[in-house]
């Protein structure tokens, strides 16, 4: 089980759900992307770009461990993780 | 958020469009245009730099192109002045997964040809074009252009690598002109298959000397056409006013008496196809207006002399900039002329620039001005 954590505007796309559970294994952030998209077709293009990466100031979090950090959208999961989508801080 | 207030135009109303970098206003006003009504923010926060009205087929469209430095670039539409909005769930405006591409902003949103009612076209950054034949329901990448082997060398401008002008030809549904910056103007004669660079004569200043004529690769800020003579074209660039009379084949020099060959915006009038308005400024390192003076100015001979119009426009410690949207005509007579600052000045004429007034102050900055006039 994985739980996605969503803000702000982005509950708009969810019908206002702040967080999401996904049943199943997801193995990485990408696979469990894929699944969030299936369920709220909406949030897709607002998170990622055509070419599915992440937009630049869009911030993914597992855990409290931004993925840019680590390994991207191939970031590894286990069960129980929980992942956070949030808009990155833009100017000063 | 603030909650927007809505306007209900009427047969006969003016409309402006516009768009800034916090959102859009719409705002309206009878046939006499002097007395404004300012409906909006709608999309608060988010910088509309496109905005366009859809009247045909019985439509009553508004387009707008929603950029969020966050959430990416979208288009929405309206079929009640602003007070409803779509809000797509898939964005339409988008490369193929195959492209190395993706939209950074939606640039432009333009009417297609009046024979082909349900066409409309988008320019994006990176430079693209995209086509709708459905109203607007779905889009398609212009592969043609896409394709152009020029493409790899456009370079971006200050404002990024985005095609911002298009241009389809009333005369002909088979041509049409974009330009991009920067890479020039181009030109299509088969619906956008092939398209060929139409530069010669556009000087590109941040070129050395001696190359400072190329090709392709001119930073052109706007292109303007009248549609009972689309083969006259004028065009300002980065450093340097031009007109052509054989549909952008090649361009001549009309900088003959402006206070600076330097600016954005450019318009037409609706009948007159010898009168243009610009709004100059300075240079390209202080882009504001020339001697902190707020003038538009006029030819009415095709570039072979122009006159600044200031009545009613501030002549002191105006230091305003007006950006390659900012500047539009609606289809009154005589024409009324309209334009927007980054400071958020919105002004207004209803006698093609003779006298002024001020439409509204306070707005965000303004990126992009446009009119609709209500049947």
């Known amino acids: ?92 | 958020m603030p909650a927007p207030k809505n306007i209900t135009p009427k047969s006969g109303d003016v409309v402006l469009l516009v768009g800034t970098m916090k959102g859009a206003f719409i705002i309206r006003a009878d046939g006499a245009r002097t007395t404004w009504e300012v409906g909006g923010p709608y999309f608060p926060g988010k910088a509309i730099y496109a905005f366009a009205y859809d009247d045909r087929n019985g439509r009553t469209r508004l387009w707008a192109a929603v950029n969020s430095s966050f959430w990416g670039s979208y288009l929405s539409s309206s079929d009640d002045f602003g007070a409803t909005w779509s809000e797509p769930e898939a964005y339409h405006i988008r490369f193929p997964e195959d492209a190395d591409a993706s939209v950074k902003q939606i640039w432009q949103i333009t009417l297609g040809h009046e024979d082909e009612p349900d066409t409309l076209y988008c320019g994006v950054e990176p430079a693209a074009l995209f086509k709708s034949t459905d109203a607007g329901a779905t889009w398609a990448l212009d592969k043609g252009l896409y394709d152009h082997p020029h493409r790899p060398q456009w370079q971006p401008g200050g404002g990024g690598l985005c095609l911002h002008t298009i241009l389809p030809d009333p005369a002909n549904s088979k041509r049409m002109h974009i330009a991009i910056s920067t890479g020039g103007v181009y030109r299509t004669d088969d619906g956008g298959a092939n398209w060929q660079a139409r530069n010669i004569g556009v000087r590109a200043q941040f070129l050395p000397e001696g190359q400072q004529y190329p090709e392709f690769g001119q930073c052109v800020h706007k292109i303007v056409s009248h549609p009972s003579s689309s083969d006259r074209m004028f065009l300002q660039n980065h450093w340097g006013l031009y007109r052509s009379d054989d549909a952008g084949d090649s361009w001549s020099d009309i900088a003959n008496g402006v206070p600076s060959d330097f600016g954005f915006a450019m318009e037409i009038d609706n009948k007159d196809p010898n009168m243009v308005f610009i709004v100059p400024l300075e240079s390209d390192e202080f882009r504001c207006t020339p001697e902190a003076r707020l003038r538009v100015y006029r030819t009415r001979n095709a570039g072979d002399s122009w006159e600044p119009l200031t009545n009613g426009l501030p002549q002191e410690n105006a230091f305003e900039t007006v950006l390659r949207d900012g500047l539009t005509g609606d289809k009154g007579d005589p024409m009324g002329l309209y334009f927007g600052t980054r400071s958020g000045k919105l002004f207004g004429s209803n006698n093609t620039g003779e006298s002024w007034q001020t439409i509204e102050e306070g707005l965000p900055p303004i990126a992009c001005v446009k009119t609709a006039t209500i049947a």
Do not use: C, Y
């Open chain 1, 1 to 92: 089980m994985i739980i996605i954590n969503i803000t702000g505007f982005l509950t708009e796309f969810t019908g206002r759900r702040r967080q999401i559970t996904l049943a199943g294994s997801p193995a990485t952030v990408a696979e469990a992307l894929s699944s969030l998209w299936q369920l709220h077709v909406g949030l897709r293009d607002r998170v990622v770009n055509e070419q599915g990466k992440v937009r630049q100031h869009v911030n993914i979090f597992v855990n409290s461990d931004n993925v840019r950090q680590q390994q991207a959208l191939a970031t590894p999961l286990k069960d129980g993780d929980e992942i956070t989508i949030l808009p990155a801080v833009s100017g000063g």
